[in-house]
C-alpha cells in the first residue's frame, strides 16, 4: 500500500487540456498565456495545452530578420516573443500552445524540447506520417516524393516566463500553403513546407486531436478537459 501511494504521489500533475472551435486572434491567445504562465507560476492554475486556429498572420520570432518577410501586406505581422524568426499561422494549421513548468518537468530547456519533438514525431507516426528532426534545422521534417524535396510539416518556437513555457508549436494539417510564399519560414530557403494534406493524409482537426492527446499522455501524464479559452476572446 505505501508503495502504491508512492507512486500515485510521483505522478507527474494532471494538466488541462482545451480545444477552441473559432479562430482566435493571436494578440489574445498572448495575453492570455501570459495570465496563465504567471498563475501556474504562483501555483494558482494547473498547467495547459490549448489547441486552437489562428486567423492569416506573420509572426516574427526574437531572430527574425527583416529581409525574411518577403510580402509586407499580404497578411498582419506581428512581433513575438518566442524564439525563432519568420512563421505563419493560419486556417487548416493546429496551433499547440503549452503552458508546462519546464523547471518541475524537465530539468532544462534542451529536455523540454527534445520531449516536444518527440511529442510530434510520435503524433505524426499515428498519423501515418514519418517525421524526424534534423541538426542545425528547428521543427519537425518529411520527405516529400512526389516533389523529390524534404519539407517542414511542424514547428516549433518556445518562450520561458518563470520557467514556464509559452507558445509551443504548429502542425500543419491542410492550411493553404502559399501563405507562406510571403516569408522565408523560419529562415531556411533552401527547403520548403508541406502539410499532412499534401504529403496524401487529408484528416480532420478532430483526429489530429486525439492523436496528440494521446501521445501527450503517453509521455507526460494524465490530462482533464478544460475550458477552451477561446470562449474569452473568439472572433467572428
Given at each position: 500500500?505505501?508503495?502504491?501511494?508512492?507512486?500515485?504521489?510521483?505522478?507527474?500533475?494532471?494538466?488541462?487540456?482545451?480545444?477552441?472551435?473559432?479562430?482566435?486572434?493571436?494578440?489574445?491567445?498572448?495575453?492570455?498565456?501570459?495570465?496563465?504562465?504567471?498563475?501556474?507560476?504562483?501555483?494558482?492554475?494547473?498547467?495547459?495545452?490549448?489547441?486552437?486556429?489562428?486567423?492569416?498572420?506573420?509572426?516574427?520570432?526574437?531572430?527574425?530578420?527583416?529581409?525574411?518577410?518577403?510580402?509586407?501586406?499580404?497578411?498582419?505581422?506581428?512581433?513575438?516573443?518566442?524564439?525563432?524568426?519568420?512563421?505563419?499561422?493560419?486556417?487548416?494549421?493546429?496551433?499547440?500552445?503549452?503552458?508546462?513548468?519546464?523547471?518541475?518537468?524537465?530539468?532544462?530547456?534542451?529536455?523540454?524540447?527534445?520531449?516536444?519533438?518527440?511529442?510530434?514525431?510520435?503524433?505524426?507516426?499515428?498519423?501515418?506520417?514519418?517525421?524526424?528532426?534534423?541538426?542545425?534545422?528547428?521543427g519537425i521534417w518529411v520527405p516529400d516524393a512526389t516533389r523529390g524535396t524534404e519539407d517542414k510539416v511542424a514547428a516549433l518556437g518556445l518562450r520561458l516566463k518563470k520557467w514556464v513555457s509559452l507558445?509551443?508549436?504548429?502542425?500543419?494539417?491542410?492550411?493553404?500553403?502559399?501563405?507562406?510564399?510571403?516569408?522565408?519560414?523560419?529562415?531556411?530557403?533552401?527547403?520548403?513546407?508541406?502539410?499532412?494534406?499534401?504529403?496524401?493524409?487529408?484528416?480532420?482537426?478532430?483526429?489530429?486531436?486525439?492523436?496528440?492527446?494521446?501521445?501527450?499522455?503517453?509521455?507526460?501524464?494524465?490530462?482533464?478537459?478544460?475550458?477552451?479559452?477561446?470562449?474569452?476572446?473568439?472572433?467572428?
Amino acid at each position: 500500500m505505501q508503495e502504491r501511494l508512492a507512486e500515485v504521489q510521483m505522478s507527474p500533475p494532471v494538466v488541462d487540456w482545451a480545444v477552441s472551435t473559432l479562430p482566435v486572434e493571436y494578440l489574445e491567445a498572448v495575453r492570455f498565456m501570459e495570465a496563465r504562465a504567471e498563475q501556474i507560476a504562483a501555483g494558482t492554475a494547473l498547467e495547459l495545452v490549448w489547441l486552437l486556429e489562428h486567423p492569416a498572420i506573420y509572426t516574427a520570432g526574437t531572430s527574425a530578420r527583416p529581409s525574411d518577410l518577403i510580402a509586407t501586406d499580404r497578411f498582419p505581422v506581428l512581433n513575438t516573443g518566442r524564439g525563432g524568426r519568420f512563421t505563419y499561422h493560419g486556417p487548416g494549421q493546429r496551433v499547440i500552445y503549452v503552458m508546462l513548468d519546464v523547471k518541475q518537468r524537465f530539468g532544462d530547456v534542451r529536455t523540454f524540447v527534445a520531449a516536444l519533438e518527440a511529442w510530434m514525431i510520435g503524433t505524426l507516426d499515428d498519423l501515418g506520417v514519418k517525421g524526424e528532426t534534423r541538426p542545425g534545422r528547428v521543427g519537425i521534417w518529411v520527405p516529400d516524393a512526389t516533389r523529390g524535396t524534404e519539407d517542414k510539416v511542424a514547428a516549433l518556437g518556445l518562450r520561458l516566463k518563470k520557467w514556464v513555457s509559452l507558445h509551443g508549436a504548429s502542425l500543419n494539417v491542410s492550411p493553404d500553403l502559399s501563405h507562406y510564399d510571403g516569408i522565408v519560414p523560419c529562415g531556411i530557403a533552401e527547403h520548403g513546407v508541406t502539410s499532412l494534406a499534401r504529403l496524401g493524409h487529408a484528416v480532420s482537426m478532430e483526429v489530429v486531436d486525439n492523436a496528440l492527446k494521446a501521445q501527450f499522455e503517453r509521455r507526460f501524464g494524465a490530462t482533464r478537459g478544460a475550458p477552451a479559452p477561446a470562449t474569452m476572446c473568439p472572433i467572428a
